[in-house]
């Protein structure tokens, strides 16, 4: 219980700062709740947006299972991007998305990564270089029970037969970036995370990149939340579709999703 008010009462605050900051529904940001990965490229992306005249949209960000039971307990928010469509589908099928609003918006790609100071690559096809590289571990990932990353992680490495010599070995973070912060802080040797996350940090570097085909398409849906009123979040769902956000997203590490 007190794992879910923490998670919560952010999100909460965050609709009470908006609710509070005008009288005028016109003059609110948009809440939007996002998948951690996208903390960097998103908070770009809004200074674009209030440079075109509009509120800042009060940004949450948190694994994307953790913001997909928020919004199905009630937080009071307008968008969400997600990191898989998984957990869009669930929400969507309990009616909690605004139909036809819901997007295939970016995508990314999965890499291993180790300390800044580490030497040399990790060749994910030699299972005993990967163990050497690992050594007593532990391998930091998203937990791959509920966390997209996590997920893609443990797919990946199910398809490269590297599962077994790591399931044992596992550092399970509450989402990405707190993996990352594991092997930044040097208490994990090697991690799992996405691209665009080594590309926001000068404290680690890629060893390797997972190939596509081992783990399903990294995709980044969004949408507008069921009963959200703000004036301000249908605009601005649009504006992260537009080539002003996307270019944010690319120079982040982003791909642009598939054409839905």
Known sequence: MRRLLARFLPILAAGLLAA????????????????????????????????EGHPRPVLSFAATSALARQIEQGAPADL????????????EQKQLIEPGTRKTLLGNTLVLIAPASAKGQVDLGNAEAFTAALGKGPLSVADPDAVPAGKYGKAALIALNLWPKVENKLAR?????????????????????????????????????????????????????????NAEAEAFRDYLQGEAAMGVFRRHGFTAAPVD
């Open 80 to 91: 969400f991007l997600s990191a898989d469509e998984e957990w869009m589908d669930k929400l």
């Open 20 to 51: 509070c900051s005008s009288g005028k529904e016109e003059a609110k940001g948009p809440i939007v709740l996002a998948a951690s990965s996208l903390q960097e490229s998103l908070e770009d992306v809004a200074d674009g947006w209030v440079k």
């Open 173 to 229: 973070a509450e989402n990405v970036r707190a993996a990352m912060a594991l092997v930044e802080r040097g208490e994990a040797p090697l991690g799992v995370v996405y691209g665009s996350d080594a590309l926001a940090s000068a404290k680690v570097r890629v060893v390797a990149t997972f190939p596509d085909n081992s783990h399903p398409p990294i995709l980044y849906p969004v949408a507008q939340i069921k009963g959200s009123a």
